[in-house]
C-alpha cells in the first residue's frame, strides 16, 4: 500500500516494526506538504465567509461561539470519522479518490465504463488484491449487484455521478488557489488604507497566480522539499497564536464546543444561521485530498498526520480566533471579522509572509491534484486525449498537461478579478466542496455493499448519516446560487458535458468498428503473401479492437501494391486498475496461421500508469512478439488465454521484467550483461550502414529451427525500421438518427476530435514514417 513517489521503492511485504514506524512517519512527515496545504490555510477565510451577511457578531457572543461548535463538530464528523476511519479503508489497491471508488465498484459488479474490456483483464494480479470474498454477498447486495449489471440506465447514471464528482474537483483546482492566495494577501488590508488597498490586493493576487501556473512547467521536484516545512510552520504559527489568544482574551471559550451551542446559534439567527453554514464548510476545504492523495502516501501515515498534528493545529486556530472576537465586538477597521485581525500586531507581517507561502503551497497541491485527475479521466476514456508531460525523470506522477494548465490560469484569474471578495469565492468554492463529499458518500455506500459484502442496513445508515449532514451544508451552498454558487455549477456543466460527448463518441465508434471487423476466413483466402508483395520491415496498426482483424486493414491490402513482411495489430488500452505490473503488460498472439507473420499486440496499463518512453516501449514490443515466437516451442509453459475468434493470447512482460528474450541493438550500453546466442544473429549487411540488431534468448530449452528462422524474420525487419499505419476518423451520426444523436457526434464529438491530441501524441511510438488514412465512421 505504501507507495511513496520519488523515495525510492518501499517494500510492500511486511518488514521489522522499527523500519516500518520509521517510513510512517518519514511519509506522514511528506503528506503534510502534499495532502494538508489546502485544509491547514481554511482559517484564513472561515470566520469572515460565515459573517459575510447572514449573521452578526453580538456582544453575547451566541454567534461566534454557535460557528466555533460548527467548525469543531464539522472538522470532527467529517474529515476525522468519515475520512480517516472509513473512506480511507476503500483504496483501490493503494490509490484513493473519486475514480478510484468508481473502478472498484466497476471490478466488482461487472460495469464497464471501457469498451475493450477482455475476460483477460480479470487475471490481472491487481484486478481482484483486496482480498474480498463474493461468496459472503448478502441476499440484498446481491439483487443490488444483478439490477446493476442489467440496466445500463443505471450504469450511465453511475458513471455521471462519478463524472460530476470529478468535475467538482476541477472546479475546485479553479476556486481554490483563487481564494487562498486571495485571502492571503488580504492582510494588507490592515496596513493601509482603503482606497490604497483596492488596487493593491486584486494585482498582488493575480500577480502570484499568475507567478504559480507559470512555474508548473518547471514541476515541482526542486522546490517540494520545502512544502512540508512550510505547512508545518504555518500549523504551527497559527496554533501558537491559537493558544495566545485563548489564554490571553478568554480561557473559557473550550465550553463552545459543546453541541448545544450549535442549538442556540440555530434558534437565534434561524434562516441566517442556516445561510451562514455555507460559510461554515469551508473549514473542509481540502479534506477529499487525504483520500484523492493516497497512491502517494499511506493510509496510516495520512491518518497519523491529521489526528495528531493537523487537526489539533486546525482546532486551536479556531478557538484562538473566537476567542479574540468574543472580546472584540466593535471593529475600528473595515476588515470585520478576519484572520489577521486576531494575529499580534508585532508579528503581523511574518504571519503574512508564511500565510502567503502556504496558500500557494495548498494551492499547487490542488492543481497537480487536476493534472492528475484529468489525465485518469483521459486513461478511462472519459476526457479527449491531452499533451502530458512528466516533469521529473526521478519522481513518478508528477506530471504537466499545458491545455489544462493555462485554462485553469485563466478560469482562476476570472474568479478573482470578476468576484474580488471572499464571500463569493467562498460560497463558489463551498458548493464545490461539498458536492465531492456528496458524491464520495453515495459511492462509498455501494462499496458497503458490493465490495465489502457488509449488510445493505450499514450502508443506509452510513449514506444517511453522512448524507444528511452534508445535505445541510448543501442546501446552504446551493442558496447561494446568484451569490457565486453559479460558479462551480457552470464548470461541472461544462465539464460534465465534454467528458460525456467524448466518452459517448469513443464508445459508438468502437461499435463501429466490431461491426465493421473482417473475417478470418477472408484473411485466409489471400493466402500467405495476402495477394501482394510483402516488403521488409514492420507495419504497426493501430486498433481498438482486442479481436479480429479491423476494417482498416483490409483498406490497406486492396489499395497497396505492396506491404510489410511483418504486421502487427497494435492496441493500446487503459483497464480498470491504477496499475498494471510490467509482468502482465502485454497479450500477444497470432492472427491467421504463422506463415502469415501478423500478430497482435495488446499493451494493458492501470488508469494510474505512466506510458514508457519511445525506444523503450518499442523495445518491449518487438520482445514481446520474439518471446511468443520461442514459447510456442512444445517444451515452453508459458501462461496462455483463449481470446474471442479462437486467437490464443500469451501474457508477457516488458523485456525487464522477464527472463525471456530480449533485444541488444549495436550502440546499447551494458554490453558485458549479455550473452549472445550465435545461431539467432543476423550477419551484417555490407550494403548500407544500419542498426544491428540481435536477440538474446534463454539457452535452454532449445528453440526449433522453424522459430529460429522466424526471430530472423523478425529481426530483419526490425532492422529495416518501422512504420506507423493510423487511421484517421470522421466520425457522423446516421441518416435517420435524433437531432440530439446528430449534435452530440456531428458537432461536440467532431469538434473534441479535431481539436484533441491524436493517438500518435498518446501512444509514444517511434515511427519514421506515419501513414494516416481517413475513414467515416457511421455510428
Same mark, same amino acid.
Given at each position: 500500500?505504501?507507495?511513496?513517489?520519488?523515495?525510492?521503492?518501499?517494500?510492500?511485504?511486511?518488514?521489522?516494526?522499527?523500519?516500518?514506524?520509521?517510513?510512517?512517519?518519514?511519509?506522514?512527515?511528506?503528506?503534510?506538504?502534499?495532502?494538508?496545504?489546502?485544509?491547514?490555510?481554511?482559517?484564513?477565510?472561515?470566520?469572515?465567509?460565515?459573517?459575510?451577511?447572514?449573521?452578526?457578531?453580538?456582544?453575547?457572543?451566541?454567534?461566534?461561539?454557535?460557528?466555533?461548535?460548527?467548525?469543531?463538530?464539522?472538522?470532527?464528523?467529517?474529515?476525522?470519522?468519515?475520512?480517516?476511519?472509513?473512506?480511507?479503508?476503500?483504496?483501490?489497491?493503494?490509490?484513493?479518490?473519486?475514480?478510484?471508488?468508481?473502478?472498484?465498484?466497476?471490478?466488482?459488479?461487472?460495469?464497464?465504463?471501457?469498451?475493450?474490456?477482455?475476460?483477460?483483464?480479470?487475471?490481472?494480479?491487481?484486478?481482484?488484491?483486496?482480498?474480498?470474498?463474493?461468496?459472503?454477498?448478502?441476499?440484498?447486495?446481491?439483487?443490488?449487484?444483478?439490477?446493476?449489471?442489467?440496466?445500463?440506465?443505471?450504469?450511465?447514471?453511475?458513471?455521471?455521478?462519478?463524472?460530476?464528482?470529478?468535475?467538482?474537483?476541477?472546479?475546485?483546482?479553479?476556486?481554490?488557489?483563487?481564494?487562498?492566495?486571495?485571502?492571503?494577501?488580504?492582510?494588507?488590508?490592515?496596513?493601509?488604507?482603503?482606497?490604497?488597498?483596492?488596487?493593491?490586493?486584486?494585482?498582488?493576487?493575480?500577480?502570484?497566480?499568475?507567478?504559480?501556473?507559470?512555474?508548473?512547467?518547471?514541476?515541482?521536484?526542486?522546490?517540494?522539499?520545502?512544502?512540508?516545512?512550510?505547512?508545518?510552520?504555518?500549523?504551527?504559527?497559527?496554533?501558537?497564536?491559537?493558544?495566545?489568544?485563548?489564554?490571553?482574551?478568554?480561557?473559557?471559550?473550550?465550553?463552545?464546543?459543546?453541541?448545544?451551542?450549535?442549538?442556540?446559534?440555530?434558534?437565534?439567527?434561524?434562516?441566517?444561521?442556516?445561510?451562514?453554514?455555507?460559510?461554515?464548510?469551508?473549514?473542509?476545504?481540502?479534506?477529499?485530498?487525504?483520500?484523492?492523495?493516497?497512491?502517494?502516501?499511506?493510509?496510516?501515515?495520512?491518518?497519523?498526520?491529521?489526528?495528531?498534528?493537523?487537526?489539533?493545529?486546525?482546532?486551536?486556530?479556531?478557538?484562538?480566533?473566537?476567542?479574540?472576537?468574543?472580546?472584540?465586538?466593535?471593529?475600528?477597521?473595515?476588515?470585520?471579522?478576519?484572520?489577521?485581525?486576531?494575529?499580534?500586531?508585532?508579528?503581523?507581517?511574518?504571519?503574512?509572509?508564511?500565510?502567503?507561502?502556504?496558500?500557494?503551497?495548498?494551492?499547487?497541491?490542488?492543481?497537480?491534484?487536476?493534472?492528475?485527475?484529468?489525465?485518469?479521466?483521459?486513461?478511462?476514456?472519459?476526457?479527449?486525449?491531452?499533451?502530458?508531460?512528466?516533469?521529473?525523470?526521478?519522481?513518478?506522477?508528477?506530471?504537466?498537461?499545458?491545455?489544462?494548465?493555462?485554462?485553469?490560469?485563466?478560469?482562476?484569474?476570472?474568479?478573482?478579478?470578476?468576484?474580488?471578495?471572499?464571500?463569493?469565492?467562498?460560497?463558489?468554492?463551498?458548493?464545490?466542496?461539498?458536492?465531492?463529499?456528496?458524491?464520495?458518500?453515495?459511492?462509498?455506500?455501494?462499496?458497503?455493499?458490493?465490495?465489502?459484502?457488509?449488510?445493505?442496513?450499514?450502508?443506509?445508515?452510513?449514506?444517511?448519516?453522512?448524507?444528511?449532514?452534508?445535505?445541510?451544508?448543501?442546501?446552504?451552498?446551493?442558496?447561494?446560487?446568484?451569490?457565486?454558487?453559479?460558479?462551480?455549477?457552470?464548470?461541472?456543466?461544462?465539464?460534465?458535458?465534454?467528458?460525456?460527448?467524448?466518452?459517448?463518441?469513443?464508445?459508438?465508434?468502437?461499435?463501429?468498428?466490431?461491426?465493421?471487423?473482417?473475417?478470418?476466413?477472408?484473411?485466409?483466402?489471400?493466402?500467405?503473401?495476402?495477394?501482394?508483395?510483402?516488403?521488409?520491415?514492420?507495419?504497426?496498426?493501430?486498433?481498438?479492437?482486442?479481436?479480429?482483424?479491423?476494417?482498416?486493414?483490409?483498406?490497406?491490402?486492396?489499395?497497396?501494391?505492396?506491404?510489410?513482411?511483418?504486421?502487427?495489430?497494435?492496441? +493500446?488500452?487503459? $483497464?480498470? /486498475? @491504477?496499475?498494471?505490473?510490467?509482468?502482465? *503488460?502485454?497479450? =500477444?498472439?497470432? %492472427?491467421? #496461421?504463422?506463415?502469415?507473420?501478423?500478430?497482435?499486440?495488446?499493451?494493458?496499463?492501470?488508469?494510474?500508469?505512466?506510458?514508457?518512453?519511445?525506444?523503450?516501449?518499442?523495445?518491449?514490443?518487438?520482445?514481446?512478439?520474439?518471446?511468443?515466437?520461442?514459447?510456442?516451442?512444445?517444451?515452453?509453459?508459458?501462461?496462455?488465454?483463449?481470446?474471442?475468434?479462437?486467437?490464443?493470447?500469451?501474457?508477457?512482460?516488458?523485456?525487464?521484467?522477464?527472463?525471456?528474450?530480449?533485444?541488444?541493438?549495436?550502440?546499447?550500453?551494458?554490453?558485458?550483461?549479455?550473452?549472445? +546466442?550465435?545461431? $539467432?544473429? /543476423? @550477419?551484417?549487411?555490407?550494403?548500407?550502414? *544500419?542498426?544491428? =540488431?540481435?536477440? %538474446?534468448? #534463454?539457452?535452454?530449452?532449445?528453440?526449433?529451427?522453424?522459430?529460429?528462422?522466424?526471430?530472423?524474420?523478425?529481426?530483419?525487419?526490425?532492422?529495416?525500421?518501422?512504420?506507423?499505419?493510423?487511421?484517421?476518423?470522421?466520425?457522423?451520426?446516421?441518416?435517420?438518427?435524433?437531432?440530439?444523436?446528430?449534435?452530440?457526434?456531428?458537432?461536440?464529438?467532431?469538434?473534441?476530435?479535431?481539436?484533441?491530441?491524436?493517438?500518435?501524441?498518446?501512444?509514444?511510438?517511434?515511427?519514421?514514417?506515419?501513414?494516416?488514412?481517413?475513414?467515416?465512421?457511421?455510428?
Amino acid at each position: 500500500m505504501m507507495d511513496l513517489e520519488g523515495e525510492g521503492v518501499i517494500p510492500r511485504s511486511p518488514i521489522k516494526k522499527k523500519e516500518s514506524w520509521k517510513t510512517v512517519l518519514s511519509l506522514a512527515y511528506q503528506s503534510l506538504g502534499v495532502v494538508y496545504g489546502d485544509l491547514s490555510t481554511s482559517p484564513l477565510y472561515v470566520y469572515k465567509s460565515a459573517f459575510a451577511e447572514d449573521i452578526h457578531h453580538s456582544d453575547t457572543n451566541e454567534e461566534i461561539f454557535g460557528v466555533l461548535s460548527f467548525v469543531f463538530w464539522t472538522l470532527t464528523l467529517m474529515p476525522l470519522l468519515k475520512y480517516v476511519f472509513i473512506v480511507l479503508r476503500a483504496d483501490d489497491n493503494g490509490e484513493g479518490g473519486t475514480f478510484a471508488l468508481y473502478s472498484l465498484l466497476c471490478r466488482h459488479a461487472r460495469v464497464y465504463s471501457l469498451p475493450n474490456c477482455q475476460v483477460a483483464d480479470q487475471d490481472l494480479s491487481e484486478y481482484k488484491k483486496d482480498g474480498m470474498a463474493s461468496n459472503n454477498t448478502s441476499l440484498l447486495g446481491s439483487s443490488l449487484k444483478s439490477t446493476l449489471e442489467k440496466h445500463k440506465i443505471l450504469q450511465r447514471l453511475l458513471l455521471v455521478l462519478a463524472l460530476i464528482g470529478t468535475c467538482m474537483v476541477i472546479g475546485d483546482g479553479v476556486l481554490t488557489p483563487a481564494i487562498s492566495v486571495f485571502s492571503a494577501v488580504s492582510g494588507l488590508e490592515l496596513s493601509m488604507s482603503k482606497e490604497q488597498h483596492r488596487y493593491v490586493e486584486v494585482p498582488a493576487a493575480c500577480a502570484i497566480l499568475i507567478f504559480l501556473f507559470a512555474l508548473q512547467h518547471y514541476g515541482t521536484h526542486r522546490v517540494g522539499f520545502l512544502f512540508a516545512p512550510v505547512v508545518i510552520t504555518w500549523l504551527l504559527c497559527i496554533s501558537v497564536i491559537g493558544v495566545y489568544n485563548i489564554f490571553h482574551w478568554n480561557p473559557h471559550v473550550y465550553k463552545a464546543l459543546s453541541p448545544y451551542y450549535m442549538y442556540k446559534f440555530l434558534k437565534k439567527t434561524q434562516k441566517g444561521g442556516w445561510m451562514s453554514l455555507g460559510g461554515i464548510l469551508l473549514c473542509i476545504t481540502g479534506s477529499e485530498a487525504m483520500f484523492a492523495d493516497l497512491g502517494h502516501f499511506s493510509q496510516l501515515s495520512i491518518k497519523i498526520a491529521f489526528t495528531f498534528f493537523v487537526y489539533p493545529s486546525l482546532i486551536l486556530a479556531y478557538m484562538g480566533q473566537a476567542a479574540y472576537l468574543s472580546r472584540h465586538h466593535i471593529l475600528e477597521t473595515n476588515y470585520h471579522i478576519g484572520f489577521y485581525v486576531s494575529v499580534p500586531e508585532k508579528i503581523r507581517w511574518p504571519v503574512l509572509v508564511i500565510a502567503i507561502f502556504a496558500a500557494v503551497v495548498g494551492s499547487q497541491a490542488i492543481i497537480t491534484g487536476t493534472f492528475s485527475i484529468i489525465k485518469q479521466c483521459s486513461a478511462l476514456g472519459c476526457f479527449p486525449r491531452v499533451k502530458i508531460i512528466h516533469t521529473s525523470s526521478k519522481i513518478h506522477g508528477q506530471i504537466y498537461i499545458p491545455e489544462i494548465n493555462w485554462t485553469l490560469m485563466l478560469l482562476c484569474l476570472a474568479v478573482t478579478v470578476g468576484f474580488q471578495d471572499t464571500k463569493r469565492m467562498g460560497n463558489a468554492s463551498g458548493l464545490a466542496v461539498i458536492t465531492v463529499m456528496l458524491v464520495t458518500t453515495c459511492l462509498m455506500s455501494l462499496v458497503i455493499v458490493l465490495c465489502w459484502h457488509k449488510s445493505v442496513l450499514l450502508a443506509i445508515l452510513f449514506i444517511f448519516f453522512f448524507g444528511s449532514i452534508e445535505a445541510l451544508y448543501f442546501s446552504a451552498s446551493l442558496i447561494k446560487f446568484l451569490e457565486g454558487a453559479w460558479v462551480p455549477i457552470a464548470l461541472a456543466l461544462i465539464f460534465s458535458a465534454i467528458m460525456y460527448v467524448w466518452h459517448y463518441g469513443t464508445l459508438k465508434k468502437y461499435e463501429f468498428d466490431v461491426q465493421n471487423k473482417v473475417s478470418i476466413n477472408w484473411l485466409l483466402a489471400l493466402g500467405p503473401t495476402l495477394g501482394i508483395v510483402r516488403v521488409r520491415g514492420i507495419g504497426l496498426i493501430h486498433t481498438e479492437l482486442v479481436s479480429g482483424i479491423p476494417a482498416i486493414f483490409s483498406h490497406f491490402v486492396t489499395n497497396l501494391p505492396a506491404f510489410h513482411q511483418v504486421v502487427v495489430f497494435l492496441c +493500446i488500452k487503459s $483497464v480498470p /486498475v @491504477p496499475h498494471v505490473s510490467p509482468e502482465e *503488460r502485454f497479450l =500477444v498472439g497470432r %492472427v491467421g #496461421p504463422k506463415e502469415y507473420r501478423l500478430y497482435r499486440c495488446i499493451a494493458r496499463y492501470g488508469y494510474r500508469d505512466i506510458h514508457k518512453d519511445d525506444l523503450e516501449f518499442e523495445k518491449d514490443l518487438i520482445c514481446s512478439i520474439a518471446e511468443l515466437i520461442r514459447s510456442e516451442s512444445p517444451e515452453c509453459s508459458i501462461l496462455s488465454i483463449d481470446s474471442e475468434n479462437d486467437e490464443k493470447m500469451t501474457v508477457i512482460g516488458t523485456s525487464s521484467s522477464n527472463l525471456g528474450v530480449r533485444m541488444h541493438e549495436d550502440g546499447d550500453e551494458d554490453l558485458s550483461e549479455i550473452v549472445s +546466442i550465435s545461431d $539467432v544473429k /543476423v @550477419p551484417k549487411s555490407p550494403e548500407r550502414l *544500419r542498426k544491428r =540488431v540481435r536477440f %538474446v534468448v #534463454p539457452e535452454s530449452p532449445r528453440i526449433e529451427d522453424e522459430a529460429k528462422e522466424e526471430l530472423r524474420e523478425l529481426m530483419e525487419a526490425r532492422e529495416a525500421g518501422m512504420a506507423f499505419i493510423l487511421g484517421h476518423s470522421y466520425v457522423r451520426a446516421k441518416k435517420g438518427s435524433s437531432l440530439m444523436k446528430k449534435i452530440v457526434i456531428n458537432l461536440g464529438y467532431d469538434f473534441l476530435r479535431r481539436n484533441s491530441r491524436g493517438p500518435n501524441y498518446a501512444l509514444n511510438i517511434p515511427h519514421a514514417s506515419t501513414l494516416e488514412v481517413g475513414m467515416v465512421y457511421l455510428v
